[in-house]
């Protein structure tokens, strides 16, 4: 995930390979890249355009796919602010200080990556259910998490948590603590230092934080599965609609929303390339 | 004035600093010399307010600054690796300390700015202000932290082996220049540095540590010449060691006879002769030779040899470069190599100077 590590230098290498070697290397990566990602990508939109446009946009209009993609924004949208603070509060506190349970911190915080998302959403279930520990409780307040869209947006914030903080935490960890100490030798109190030297320091691990956070945050399946309990048009988000479409025979319906879900990922890319590109000078300065 | 008190810090189960107290003069320039791990930088980062002392305190001017926090302290703090925020211009570097203030402390902009050019002509950086810290040499981004440091006019200045991560000619001229401008200023200065010479060059005052004590207090020119330990004495400069037994102050040492009439009055001891590269007599073609030549590296007016003793003990000795013209020496030559001065440690670091005693024997 640290696509900021190796800059073009543009430069003749003194080392090379033969010209075959080159060739097979390159058309390897090609060949496997063909088969597993560009075939498949191909296959949904060809799925989804089978009956034409008139039918993909008659696909995408019906009332139940719109409230799933309106679900799935909200979702992204509670979620990702949430874990932008976790994440910073987080990289911040294990990159930049030390305290006795510091690499527990640091292994947590990877807990979300190494748990399957089945399992995540098992937990909520457990915790949050009606048979659950806190559940119970909350039901008698009128709160409903399980198979409504609290447990939906917190299995999605607990799936993509490790996304910024994992982005930001080598970054700030290889950028030390000099520069927040000379900020503070130089008077300037915790939230300046912070707003002033810290975060324009890692913006750009930010971003991409946020970016790779947002899309498993839309495109995540298995722990939202769990706790969402597939209600058409309530807690159906779009990964989960186009497995219902697909089990219903509906294909086109099902590979019209699986194309949007594609074309986020790649909006995704090409946006983060697009930064990349516009502000390759500071970047590669700011990692001199 | 600076005042530390039985300064004491362990990290983990190291102990950086031992019980270490020192006064600080306003307006000198001190040198804190030592080898790695000797403590010189936590016990200026603990002056700085960077790390908290386990026992001791550190006083500005006669009030504690224990329960004072380091962006209260009102000092300057340069670092070995700049430590410049790079994602900002050269001006926005230097005014950092100044825009950060609270608003009624705060100068208006056009006083920061005027400030800034001050200070970038001081540092002779002129039309650099717009530049990034990636876009400077390093002794530019030296001189933009000191501007830095400079800038909110710091009770005193803290410099972290400041010339440690430049280029030796840089280094030089950077270091005399950081001289002058003490000079210019007079602000009180402490500077941490691994390097004798510059110790010696820049500093009023050189304070010598090792292993978490300070080993010696002094003039650059006391320490030179009297240095209190056989650490010291080896850190400031090449020293040739030879362990040897004396007998009511006379010793022998590389074929020579030597007494130190300090000692006259002792018995049979166990002592280490130190005798300074420069100073030994070499004589070429005598009947007494002693050593014999392995190879001569010419440094400019002085000509640094090795040679290798009967015993097989390897000494080094320097001369002019005109007198080892003179004696047209070269490698495998049979010579005499004879000590003008030594200095006696005892194991319990009493200290005595010895000279030849005249009738020497080969």
């Given at each position: 995930?640290?696509?900021?590590?190796?800059?073009?230098?543009?430069?003749?290498?003194?080392?090379?390979?033969?010209?075959?070697?080159?060739?097979?290397?390159?058309?390897?990566?090609?060949?496997?890249?063909?088969?597993?990602?560009?075939?498949?990508?191909?296959?949904?939109?060809?799925?989804?355009?089978?009956?034409g446009?008139?039918?993909?946009?008659?696909?995408?209009?019906?009332?139940?796919?719109?409230?799933?993609?309106?679900?799935?924004?909200?979702?992204?949208?509670?979620?990702?602010?949430?874990?932008?603070?976790?994440?910073?509060?987080?990289?911040?506190?294990?990159?930049?200080?030390?305290?006795?349970?510091?690499?527990?911190?640091?292994?947590?915080?990877?807990?979300?990556?190494?748990v399957?998302?089945?399992?995540?959403?098992?937990?909520?279930?457990?915790?949050?259910?009606?048979?659950?520990?806190?559940?119970?409780?909350?039901?008698?307040?009128?709160?409903?998490?399980?198979?409504?869209?609290?447990?939906i947006?917190?299995?999605?914030?607990?799936?993509?948590?490790?996304?910024?903080?994992?982005?930001?935490?080598?970054?700030?960890?290889?950028?030390?603590?000099?520069?927040?100490?000379?900020?503070?030798?130089?008077?300037?109190?915790?939230w300046?230092?912070?707003?002033?030297?810290?975060?324009?320091?890692?913006?750009?691990?930010?971003?991409y934080?946020?970016?790779?956070?947002?899309?498993?945050?839309?495109?995540?399946?298995?722990?939202?599965?769990?706790?969402?309990?597939?209600?058409?048009?309530?807690?159906?988000?779009?990964?989960?609609?186009?497995?219902?479409?697909?089990n219903?025979?509906?294909?086109?319906?099902?590979?019209?929303?699986?194309?949007?879900?594609?074309?986020?990922?790649?909006?995704?890319?090409?946006?983060?390339?697009?930064?990349?590109?516009?502000?390759?000078?500071?970047?590669a300065?700011?990692?001199? | 004035?600076?005042?530390?008190?039985?300064?004491?810090?362990?990290?983990?189960?190291?102990?950086?600093?031992?019980?270490?107290?020192?006064?600080?003069e306003?307006?000198?320039?001190?040198?804190?010399?030592?080898?790695?791990?000797?403590?010189?930088?936590?016990?200026?980062?603990?002056?700085?307010?960077?790390?908290?002392?386990?026992?001791?305190?550190?006083?500005?001017?006669?009030?504690?600054?224990?329960?004072?926090?380091?962006?209260?302290?009102?000092?300057?703090?340069?670092?070995?690796?700049?430590?410049?925020?790079r994602?900002?211009?050269?001006?926005?570097?230097?005014?950092?300390?100044?825009?950060?203030?609270?608003?009624?402390?705060?100068?208006?902009?056009?006083?920061?700015?005027?400030?800034?050019?001050?200070?970038?002509?001081?540092?002779?950086?002129k039309?650099?202000?717009?530049?990034?810290?990636?876009?400077?040499?390093?002794?530019?981004?030296?001189?933009?932290?000191l501007?830095?440091?400079?800038?909110?006019?710091?009770?005193?200045?803290?410099?972290?082996?400041?010339?440690?991560?430049?280029?030796?000619q840089?280094?030089?001229?950077?270091?005399?220049?950081?001289?002058?401008?003490?000079?210019?200023?007079?602000?009180?200065?402490?500077?941490?540095?691994?390097?004798?010479?510059?110790?010696?060059?820049?500093?009023d005052?050189?304070?010598?540590?090792d292993?978490?004590?300070?080993?010696?207090?002094?003039?650059?020119?006391?320490?030179?010449?009297?240095?209190?330990?056989?650490?010291?004495?080896?850190?400031?400069?090449?020293?040739?060691?030879?362990?040897?037994?004396?007998?009511?102050?006379?010793?022998?040492?590389?074929?020579?006879?030597?007494?130190?009439?300090?000692?006259?009055?002792?018995?049979?001891?166990?002592?280490?002769?130190?005798?300074?590269?420069?100073?030994?007599?070499?004589?070429?073609?005598?009947?007494?030779?002693?050593?014999?030549?392995?190879?001569?590296?010419?440094?400019?007016?002085?000509?640094?040899?090795?040679?290798?003793?009967?015993?097989?003990?390897?000494?080094?000795?320097?001369?002019?470069?005109?007198?080892?013209?003179?004696?047209?020496l070269?490698?495998?030559?049979?010579?005499?190599?004879v000590?003008?001065?030594a200095?006696?440690?005892?194991?319990?670091?009493?200290?005595?100077?010895?000279?030849?005693?005249?009738?020497?024997?080969?």
């Amino acid at each position: 995930m640290s696509k900021n590590t190796s800059m073009p230098t543009h430069s003749r290498r003194p080392v090379s390979e033969p010209a075959l070697i080159r060739w097979a290397l390159c058309l390897l990566t090609l060949a496997f890249l063909g088969l597993f990602l560009f075939m498949p990508l191909a296959a949904v939109l060809a799925e989804a355009f089978r009956k034409g446009t008139e039918a993909y946009f008659s696909a995408l209009a019906t009332r139940e796919t719109l409230a799933a993609i309106r679900l799935t924004l909200l979702t992204a949208a509670i979620a990702v602010p949430m874990n932008l603070v976790f994440g910073i509060t987080a990289a911040w506190s294990v990159a930049k200080f030390d305290f006795p349970g510091r690499s527990l911190l640091m292994t947590l915080i990877d807990l979300p990556f190494s748990v399957s998302p089945v399992i995540s959403g098992l937990i909520y279930v457990l915790i949050f259910g009606l048979q659950g520990w806190v559940g119970p409780i909350l039901a008698d307040h009128g709160v409903r998490v399980i198979f409504a869209v609290p447990g939906i947006v917190l299995a999605t914030i607990f799936v993509t948590f490790p996304f910024i903080a994992r982005e930001l935490i080598p970054l700030m960890e290889a950028q030390g603590r000099e520069e927040e100490e000379a900020a503070t030798v130089l008077g300037a109190s915790g939230w300046r230092t912070f707003f002033m030297v810290t975060l324009p320091n890692v913006k750009w691990g930010l971003v991409y934080g946020v970016l790779l956070c947002n899309a498993r945050a839309m495109g995540e399946f298995g722990a939202v599965s769990v706790v969402s309990g597939h209600i058409r048009g309530l807690t159906n988000t779009m990964p989960l609609h186009v497995e219902i479409l697909y089990n219903e025979y509906d294909f086109v319906g099902a590979f019209a929303v699986a194309s949007l879900l594609a074309l986020l990922a790649l909006l995704t890319l090409a946006v983060k390339t697009f930064l990349e590109w516009v502000h390759r000078d500071e970047i590669a300065a700011a990692l001199r | 004035m600076i005042e530390v008190r039985n300064l004491s810090k362990t990290f983990g189960s190291f102990s950086a600093l031992k019980d270490v107290s020192l006064s600080i003069e306003p307006g000198e320039l001190v040198a804190l010399l030592g080898p790695s791990g000797s403590g010189k930088t936590t016990l200026l980062r603990i002056i700085a307010g960077l790390e908290c002392p386990d026992a001791g305190e550190v006083a500005f001017e006669g009030t504690s600054a224990t329960n004072l926090a380091v962006r209260d302290r009102q000092v300057g703090f340069v670092f070995q690796h700049f430590a410049l925020f790079r994602h900002m211009t050269v001006a926005d570097n230097i005014s950092f300390g100044l825009r950060v203030r609270e608003r009624a402390l705060r100068p208006s902009k056009a006083e920061i700015r005027e400030r800034v050019e001050h200070l970038l002509s001081m540092v002779q950086l002129k039309g650099l202000e717009s530049r990034y810290p990636s876009q400077l040499s390093g002794g530019q981004r030296q001189r933009v932290a000191l501007a830095r440091a400079l800038a909110v006019e710091p009770r005193v200045l803290l410099l972290d082996e400041p010339f440690g991560a430049l280029d030796a000619q840089v280094r030089k001229d950077l270091r005399r220049w950081l001289r002058h401008l003490h000079d210019d200023l007079g602000i009180t200065s402490v500077f941490v540095t691994h390097d004798q010479e510059e110790a010696m060059e820049v500093a009023d005052r050189v304070v010598v540590m090792d292993h978490g004590r300070i080993e010696q207090v002094g003039s650059p020119r006391d320490i030179y010449d009297h240095p209190v330990s056989p650490f010291v004495y080896r850190f400031l400069g090449n020293v040739n060691g030879f362990p040897c037994r004396s007998n009511g102050g006379r010793i022998h040492v590389v074929g020579t006879e030597m007494i130190a009439p300090d000692f006259a009055g002792h018995g049979e001891r166990d002592v280490t002769a130190f005798i300074r590269p420069h100073d030994f007599d070499i004589e070429a073609g005598s009947e007494q030779a002693n050593a014999t030549l392995r190879h001569a590296v010419v440094l400019g007016p002085q000509v640094r040899i090795e040679v290798n003793l009967a015993d097989g003990q390897i000494v080094e000795a320097e001369l002019a470069r005109d007198v080892f013209d003179r004696l047209s020496l070269h490698p495998r030559q049979k010579i005499r190599v004879v000590p003008r001065r030594a200095q006696i440690f005892l194991d319990d670091g009493t200290q005595a100077r010895a000279q030849p005693t005249g009738n020497g024997s080969g």
